[in-house]
């Protein structure tokens, strides 16, 4: 069974820092491409940042040079490091893995997780 666990959300004020963990169990991590995804109230779920397993990272360009995408295959935990949080960055932040990291950028991966709230206010 396939499990991707999400944690580190919560509320935080403008310019803040958070970092979200996604830890998998149940696949073979170290094969599998990771991405963050978030969806706002009334909007489209969004991919946020993906990293292939060799460890090759994307973006979106609403966060370049703010968000860092990390991967330890040793502990099957992906991070998302958040810096300079803005109140557009408030929403659920999900965890993705899928074996093909294409499906990842298009937004179709074989597993989700559950999501952490992120909420970005003052």
């Known amino acids: 069974q396939v499990q991707l666990v999400e944690s580190g959300g919560g509320l935080v004020q403008p310019g803040g820092s958070l970092r979200l963990s996604c830890e998998a169990s149940?696949?073979?991590?170290?094969?599998?491409?990771m991405g963050w995804f978030r969806q706002a109230p009334g909007k489209q779920r969004e991919l946020v940042a993906a990293v292939s397993n060799g460890g090759s990272a994307n973006y979106a360009d609403s966060v370049k040079g703010r968000f860092t995408i990390s991967r330890d295959n040793g502990k099957n935990t992906v991070y998302l490091q958040m810096n300079s949080l803005k109140p557009e960055d408030t929403a659920v932040y999900h965890c993705a893995a899928t074996v093909n990291i294409r499906d990842v950028l298009r937004g179709t991966p074989d597993y989700w997780g559950q999501g952490t709230q992120v909420t970005v206010s003052s």
């Open positions: 149940g696949i073979i991590f170290r094969i599998y491409a």
